[in-house]
């Protein structure tokens, strides 16, 4: 007679669940394992399909825990067919008798959290209640099939099947009419099968999917090779990869190479039939919709040279999402499968479905007859097995409810008011975006290691905070939010259920980050979770990720290079390492015209460089000074960012090289500004400008000199000045801010290189004057509207912040924003950095709007 009251129950013995199991056992945990199956094996036991097939390579989609199985498995081809990934799957639960320890055809009808006992109470299908410490859904995340959306599906009296549903026994379609509804994966493996058989097979298309063929043979041999010299390393890589597949990462733009060379790159990445590899071949076709174009053009131009017929290759070309937006498919004869006579494609968008009959289909103008339809219409992805378990937490609330308008999770794998409740693979994880088995021993093995914890600590509940929950949710979205991902109407996004809330449900950060997230989580001591025993609690509240993700790659890319630091430099050296690293950036958006100048400055000439909007003129002028701390730097040195504000405010941007330190040194950039702005607003018109429409900009030292500019024209009669655009700037010399000492390391611009900067520019006494620390200023009012931007990672916030409070102090109109996630360079990353793209609109619409 099994327990009704036990350490741990799980939901679940696909591969996710067996994992578990073994690892219970283990580590000496009491349990019950339901599963509503006959059988283990999870979505390989359901999907059963004809066609069916994983698209990892064998040599990947595999367990990792038990280091024998590379030597009693062998699998027989590259992408392993349902029927052997089912053997595996069973070859596995007999070899640690997992068989002994899952309850089969149980399903759990609910589960409630009891506050008082501390215990979850299972509710099974056998009608019996399972009282347990911690309760783990290892419910897969492609389980639920979607409901059909489709009007009249109940009235059909022929066969219907649901692919991830298929019947045990197979299905014999010889000689029979049949309707496929669908072109996800499900769909395109499965329609070459049933087309050798039907009489007649039509195809009813939604959406066209971008699918590439398996190449299926044996395991990769490269592959093969490598794990057999150094099965560790492999897998090391692998857990730290994007995706759960050691591949290197690609650091080639699709938009630096011609079309023939990235067709030529892409070509031997589809050779490989591997679909990772074609994914992985530009760093930057998820990220930026003119890079993904270039593959999506590809892909359809390999459908065009399969389909003869030019129109039905059209239709099976997908033009409205883009390259991976939507999960890719692997297939084999897919597309030549519409050039056989008995298959019709019937395109949706033009024909929709406007019922299914007793007999048939309704379309379009049209009615058609069928013995058998094939519903390939997918899943309620990633939520629905978990919510359809009627899960309910503390004070009453379900899991459903809180997850109305999307799923809340830390790390994708606890929830709060949810406690001692673990999903794997849940929503927030990488999951479906990774090779799932990398990802479930991963959440297996972060599970036991924290049950254990607790049984040693004696803690017996967990339960994430409210600020680490948000928190993660932010680190979801800012991932999804640099990515194209959003802009397809996918299953990632909960579009493919009516009513489903649209987010990106899996974490689109990378394994390998992810896998850190959770590492620094326990690191540092369950950040982000209460634990509470009877006696005793524990509550390290706090975030684990707060930069920007595109930033931190590029912190932890820079980590790398083990670049001496600029403070150790001298000045010549600095200016070229400065220049060396300008040199391998992207250029930044096209304007109208770039010219070089001179100009007037307080000591003899300076140059200067213009950037015309493509607009006809004459437009309003941004005076801008560069960033460099004084020192280094030039009238060309912020290029991108110019062109960026040119392009995107239609203003004339000025760029000034005012004179450097240690050979100029205070007052010097500052009367340099100053005599900018004079030369600028009497030459306005022979430059195409607006006298009358000046304002001026800049960023860090540039920023400082803009700002003094602003209160020396302010002071002295200057240039009415329309308005002050001052990013990160140097606004105080004079004492340290909490912000130097709290973003003082790591962040590029670090304290000890700020204080190099200062110790060229000024003396400790010249940093107390307002031309070098224009927050010293005795008054600021009566300086023009300000947009001034500071960055959350930035040593020189506070004094930004503070300078923004100032203002507002005086009167002036200001629009501040602290760049969350931030660091003191990452907006002038023009091209590179995708989440600094909203700062610069921003900045952009503040600088239209002082002319305005
Ligand atoms: O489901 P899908 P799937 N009327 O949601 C269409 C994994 N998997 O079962 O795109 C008409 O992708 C829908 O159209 P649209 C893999 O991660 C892996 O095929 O919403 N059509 C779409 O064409 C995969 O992504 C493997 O416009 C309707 C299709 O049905 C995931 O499972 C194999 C409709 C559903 O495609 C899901 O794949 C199989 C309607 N009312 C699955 N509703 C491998 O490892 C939906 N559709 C290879």
Redesign the pocket.
Known sequence: MAQSDVDVVVVGAGFAGMYLLHELRKTGFSYRVLEAGDDVGGTWYW?RYPG?????ATTDYQYTWDPELHEQWQWSEKHAAQPEILRYAQFVAKKHDLYSGIEFNTRVDGAQWNEVAKRWSIHTSTGETITCQHYVMATGC?SVP?E???NGTEKFTGNVYV??RWPHEGVDFTGKRVAV?????????SIPHIAEQAKELVV????P?FSMPAFNGPPPQDRVERLKADRATYEHEARYSGTGVPLEDSTVSALSVTQDEAFEMLEEAWQKGELLSLGNTFMDSAINRKANDVVAEFMRMKVRSVVKDPAVAELLSPYKHGYGT??P??DTGYFETFNKPHVRLVD?NAQP?RSITETGIDFGKESMEFDAIVY????D?MTGAIVSANITGKNGVTLKSKWEHGPLTYLGLTSVGFPNLYMITGPGSPS?LSNMMVSIEQHVDWIRDTLVHMRENSFDTIEPTPLAEEGWRVHCTDCADITIFQEA?S?YMG??VPGKPRVMFPYIGGVGRYRMACEEVVAKGYLGFELAGSTKKQCNDGLVRQVQPDVDMVLDFISTLNLPAMETMSPTEARAFSEASSAMRPSGPEVGEITDGVLQGADGELQYRLYRPATPGPHPIAVYFHGGGWVFGSHTSDDPLCRDLCAQSNTLIISVNYRHAPEAPFPAAAEDGFAALKWVHANAAALGGLAEKIAVAGWSAGGNVAAVTAQMSRDTGGPQISGQLLLCPVTDGSHQHGSHIENGERFILTKSLMEWFWNHYATPEQRKNPQASPLLASSLAGLPPTMLVTCQFDPLRDEGNAYARALMQAGVKVEHVEARGHIHTSITMVDMLPSGAPHRREMARALRGFFS
């Open positions: 999907n069916a097939r994983c698209d990892i492609l979607k059909p959306d489709i692919t991830g509804i669908g072109t996800g994966s499900s769909g395109i493996q009813f298309q939604r959406t999917n939507k999960r498919c692997m949706l479905i390939a219409t997918g899943f992805a479906v109407n299953w579009a493919n």
